[in-house]
C-alpha cells in the first residue's frame, strides 16, 4: 500500500517525504559500499522523493559512472537517499535508506520481500551466493 512517509537524517538537516510501498520490497546489496555502510533501501521514481522546504540535498558521494550518487549529511554523517539511473530499474530512481524513515514501523519495513543484488560482481538482477551477511 502506497504511503507517504518522513524521513531524515540524525541531526535533522536533510529531511523528506516519499510515497513508497513497502509491501513491494526492499533492497540489500553485496556491493563494496553497501556491505561497509550496511545499507537497506527502498526504490522509488524521482517524482515520489521529494526533500523538505529548508532541507539539503546533503553531501554526494559518486565512485563510478555505474553507482547512484549517494548523500549524507554533513553535519551528523547519516546517508539519507541516492539517486540513479539504470535501465533494469525502469530509468531514474531514488533508493531511500529505510532506517531513515522517521515514521515506518518494523512491521512496515518488514512487510515486503527483501531482495538482494550481487553488485559485488556487477550482477545487478541476481542474489549473490550469500546472503546472511547483509
Excluded at 515514521?103 to 560482481?121: F, K, M, Q, T, V
Aim: net charge neutral; with cysteine; aromatic share 10%.
Amino acid at each position: 500500500m502506497l504511503k507517504t512517509f518522513r524521513g531524515s537524517c540524525h541531526c535533522g538537516a536533510i529531511r523528506y517525504e516519499a510515497d513508497i510501498d513497502l509491501t513491494r520490497g526492499t533492497g540489500r546489496c553485496n556491493c563494496t559500499f553497501c556491505v561497509k555502510a550496511r545499507a537497506w533501501g527502498t526504490y522509488v521514481k524521482p517524482e515520489a522523493f521529494r526533500l523538505a522546504d529548508g532541507s539539503q540535498e546533503g553531501v554526494a558521494y559518486h565512485k563510478h559512472a555505474q553507482a547512484p550518487v549517494k548523500y549524507h549529511c554533513a553535519r551528523c554523517g547519516v546517508r539519507t537517499h541516492a539517486r540513479g539511473e539504470a535501465d533494469y530499474m525502469g530509468g531514474s530512481f531514488v533508493c531511500v535508506f529505510v532506517a531513515t524513515l522517521d515514521d515506518a514501523s518494523p512491521e512496515e519495513l518488514l512487510s515486503g520481500p527483501i531482495r538482494y543484488s550481487d553488485g559485488l560482481h556487477d550482477n545487478w538482477t541476481q542474489p549473490p551466493a550469500q546472503i546472511g551477511h547483509l
